[in-house]
């Protein structure tokens, strides 16, 4: 989701065909002709696309037609289709919740390499409950509990079998968990506020800021769960959370004065910084203050 990525699937297209304007185009049926019209109008994954919109459609000339023109004016094709696939597994996605983006993945992949089979992880702004599903099937007999701020990301990520808690990161998950949980993962908002002009030009045609907005530098919410991750983790816990640019070395500082220990900057092949995993030493550090700074 970063400004500091051009390659999120948020990125697949190069720009918004007005409603007007697709309203007048014919919609092909057949896969070729199909691709040439998203290709033509600036869809970058066209056929891949074009792929996923047929296999929606499943022969359903009136599905297909409408379900183009809804992606004609730049709508997310996962909310049209209802559904993604996050590291290998189907996601379902609503609506006004953010579409789990493949820039994820290896977080995700990691904080299911950090759960032991019977241990318990809390996925933090989950949205959909993409990583809290991935957590889920891969340790089935873990426990794994998600929070969300947003009403709609709740009720998906509950219709994704997630056991999710409405509310501000750790603030409505059960108080028994404290101290107890061996991985906390995160995708939170960490686009830097100047930064957000710069994102996919129609994200905010469909989207608000909320899954986006990480304040001045964007760790505003990184360092809020920095902050408040210790209250939750054991001695030898987990912290992944995604992030960008050189916001691993803006959390320097804190990761330090917070117990944290053998911080692992994650990048892509292309060797962009896509994350951050970390040790929580438990050894009676505490978090500096649990207030301040709250949103
Ligand atoms: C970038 S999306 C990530 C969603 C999901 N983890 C994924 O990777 O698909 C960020 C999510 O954080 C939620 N969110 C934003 N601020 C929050 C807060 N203070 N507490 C809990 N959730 C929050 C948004 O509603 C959104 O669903």
Redesign the pocket.
Same mark, same amino acid.
């Given at each position: 989701?970063s400004s500091h990525s051009s390659s999120s699937a948020a990125s697949s297209r190069s720009r918004v065909l007005p409603t007007a304007a697709a309203e007048g185009i014919a919609i092909a049926s057949d896969l070729a002709s199909l691709s040439a019209l998203l290709t033509r109008e600036g869809f970058i994954a066209a056929a891949e696309e074009s792929q996923q919109l047929l296999t929606f459609a499943g022969g359903d000339g009136g599905l297909l037609d409408a379900a183009v023109r809804r992606r004609l004016t730049g709508e997310p094709l996962a909310w049209i289709t209802g559904r993604v696939s996050?590291c290998g597994i189907d996601v379902r996605v609503d609506p006004d #919740?953010?579409? @789990? =983006?493949w820039l994820?993945e290896p977080v +995700?992949s990691r904080a299911v390499e950090r759960l032991p089979r019977d241990g318990c992880a809390i %996925?933090?702004?989950?949205? $959909?409950?993409?990583?809290a599903k991935v957590l889920a099937t891969h340790r089935p007999r873990a426990r794994v509990l998600a $929070? %969300? #701020? +947003?009403r709609a990301?709740v009720a998906c990520a509950t219709a994704n079998g997630v056991e999710v808690y409405h509310? %501000?990161?750790f +603030?409505p998950l059960p108080r028994d968990l404290e101290h107890r949980v061996d991985v906390v993962v995160?995708?939170? @908002?960490?686009v830097p506020t100047p930064e957000l002009p710069l994102l996919q030009r129609d994200t905010f045609t469909f989207e608000t800021t909320?899954?986006?907005d990480g304040g001045d530098d964007g760790t505003r919410?990184l360092r =809020?769960v920095l902050r408040d991750s210790p209250r939750f983790l054991k001695p030898g816990g987990a912290l992944l959370l995604?992030l960008g640019g050189d916001q691993a070395v803006l959390l320097a500082d804190d990761l330090t004065h917070l117990g944290y220990v053998n911080v692992t900057v994650l990048a892509d092949e292309d060797g962009d910084v896509r994350g951050i995993e970390t040790t929580f030493r438990g050894d009676g550090v505490q978090p500096l203050s649990r207030s301040a700074g709250g @949103?």
């Open positions: 989701m996050f #919740v953010y579409v @789990p =983006r994820s +995700a %996925d933090l702004c989950t949205g $959909s409950g993409a990583i $929070s %969300d #701020v +947003a990301a509310g %501000d990161l +603030a995160g995708v939170v @908002p960490y909320l899954s986006y919410v =809020r995604e @949103p």
